[in-house]
């Protein structure tokens, strides 16, 4: 699958897997889950038609790691970023002791006074380095990174959860827990 094709695809998959899986039809079972045939079926219903193999191509290739299969390879789901309700199963577990953030520049003066806010997804995302975090932010813009004290954090009893590809969930950073990284 060529490069343009793989993206665009990746796209619809996330906005329907995270955002509107209704408007294919789709329930998402707990975890996120949604069995791959009936995926498969309801986007070539819908004029968008993927083969297992551009499915399978999509989910090894994404840069973000944004879906998987689970252990049987008849379901998918997209690992975080949900804006749709969903329990995604997830279980509390302890964070390294310093985690990352990347967003826009222009978005950091209001982070640095009122924290990070999940809005309308189930999360807010943090990454394990410096290097994801600024991948993260330059997509809306020049990358501003803060590190967040997730120490502290636990300390105080925050819950964190870290989803299948990686990224470190939790309900809010409160502003306390974050430093200005550059």
Same mark, same amino acid.
């Given at each position: 699958?060529?490069?343009?094709?793989?993206?665009?695809?990746?796209?619809?998959?996330?906005?329907?897997?995270?955002?509107?899986?209704?408007?294919?039809?789709?329930?998402?079972?707990?975890?996120?889950?949604?069995?791959?045939?009936?995926?498969?079926?309801?986007?070539?219903?819908?004029?968008?038609?993927?083969?297992?193999?551009?499915?399978?191509?999509?989910?090894?290739?994404?840069?973000?790691?944004?879906?998987?299969?689970?252990?049987?390879?008849?379901?998918?789901?997209?690992?975080?970023?949900?804006?749709?309700?969903?329990?995604?199963?997830?279980?509390?577990?302890?964070?390294?002791?310093?985690?990352?953030?990347?967003?826009?520049?222009?978005? =950091? *003066? +209001?982070?640095?006074?009122? %924290?990070?806010?999940?809005? &309308?997804?189930?999360?807010?995302?943090?990454?394990? /380095?410096?290097?994801?975090?600024?991948?993260?932010?330059?997509?809306?813009?020049?990358?501003?990174?803060?590190?967040?004290? =997730? *120490? +502290?954090?636990?300390?105080? %009893?925050?819950?964190?959860? &870290?989803?299948?590809?990686?990224?470190?969930?939790? /309900?809010?950073?409160?502003?306390?827990?974050?430093?200005?990284?550059?």
């Amino acid at each position: 699958m060529d490069e343009k094709r793989l993206v665009k695809t990746s796209k619809y998959l996330s906005k329907h897997l995270r955002h509107s899986p209704e408007a294919l039809g789709l329930q998402l079972a707990p975890g996120g889950w949604v069995e791959v045939d009936t995926l498969l079926r309801a986007c070539a219903a819908h004029g968008f038609t993927i083969s297992r193999a551009e499915l399978e191509e999509v989910v090894v290739k994404n840069d973000k790691q944004r879906f998987s299969f689970d252990e049987t390879g008849t379901r998918i789901r997209a690992n975080q970023g949900h804006s749709t309700e969903v329990d995604l199963q997830l279980e509390p577990m302890g964070p390294p002791p310093v985690l990352y953030h990347g967003t826009a520049a222009h978005t =950091a *003066a +209001a982070i640095q006074r009122d %924290g990070l806010m999940k809005m &309308r997804r189930h999360h807010v995302h943090l990454s394990p /380095d410096v290097e994801t975090a600024r991948k993260v932010g330059a997509r809306h813009g020049k990358p501003f990174i803060f590190t967040v004290d =997730a *120490a +502290a954090m636990r300390s105080a %009893g925050f819950t964190f959860y &870290r989803s299948e590809n990686g990224v470190w969930l939790v /309900d809010e950073v409160p502003p306390e827990y974050l430093k200005s990284q550059f």
